[in-house]
């Protein structure tokens, strides 16, 4: 692919994501991003806590969300649950996520958008397991009861949930396009909860750019209909 014809694609596919984001960012610098650098601060406490001699069970009591665990309590652990890190997996990785991807969100969707659809993408996830392992592994949709044991995703569910929406609201339907098949590949190829999960978090998120879409349109025929000329009287 030519450089030219590869620039005009990269326009096209992020030029209003870029344009969304660069003017706050340039004008607030990291003002614009109150909510994004307190998640990435709490991960981090969250990581360090959870890696210490007295703190794993703490973190765990207050964020570990497991399907065997009563309904009530995984629903209160839910919410920091997003900003508990995966043990066996660089955390690095999630504070880096955690920073593009929720800052972009906070300035593009604002701050309490943001959090709703993190949190949707995430709930997705956790009562998807739940589902699942209800099922059984012998449905096509299933999981075996040992993933009851298993602690949810984290902040990644949020990650991809937001980076789906962000790409359908902007118009990079490439990019979000390569997020769903990519977590496609990782069920594919590793069967785990967390794959699974991601796509349970990606289909509540599509729910939700449906649903965008439909309140989009109906606003536009609205507007429309308020603004047309009224008809000619005969």
């Not at 794993?56 to 665990?69: A, I, K, T």
């Not at 012998?138 to 990650?159: C, E, N, R």
């Not at 490439?174 to 967390?194: F, K, Q, R, S, Y």
Request: glycine share 10%; aromatic share 6%; charged share 15%.
């Amino acid at each position: 692919m030519r450089a030219d014809t590869l620039g005009r694609w990269a326009r096209a596919e992020w030029g209003a994501l870029y344009l969304a984001v660069r003017g706050p960012l340039v004008e607030r610098r990291w003002r614009a991003l109150p909510m994004t650098l307190g998640a990435v601060c709490l991960t981090g406490v969250t990581q360090i806590v959870q890696n210490s001699s007295w703190g794993h069970q703490v973190v765990q009591n207050l964020g570990g969300v497991r399907g065997e665990d009563p309904l009530w309590l995984a629903l209160l652990r839910t919410p920091l649950s997003l900003f508990v890190p995966a043990l066996d997996l660089p955390v690095w990785g999630a504070l880096a996520q955690i920073l593009i991807v929720f800052g972009i969100a906070e300035i593009c969707l604002g701050r309490w958008r943001t959090l709703v659809i993190a949190y949707v993408a995430t709930l997705a996830g956790t009562l998807y397991a739940r589902v699942g392992i209800a099922l059984g592994p012998d449905h096509p949709i299933g999981l075996p009861a040992s993933d009851a044991h298993v602690v949810d995703t984290g902040p990644s569910a949020a990650v991809v949930g937001l980076a789906v929406f962000l790409g359908w609201r902007y118009g990079a339907y490439v990019t979000a396009g390569a997020v769903i098949v990519a977590m496609a590949v990782e069920v594919a190829l590793m069967e785990n909860l967390a794959g699974k999960e991601h796509l349970a978090a990606i289909a509540a998120v599509l729910v939700l750019c449906a649903v965008a879409a439909v309140r989009q349109r109906r606003s536009r025929a609205r507007a429309g209909s308020a603004s047309g000329a009224p008809p000619i009287q005969s």
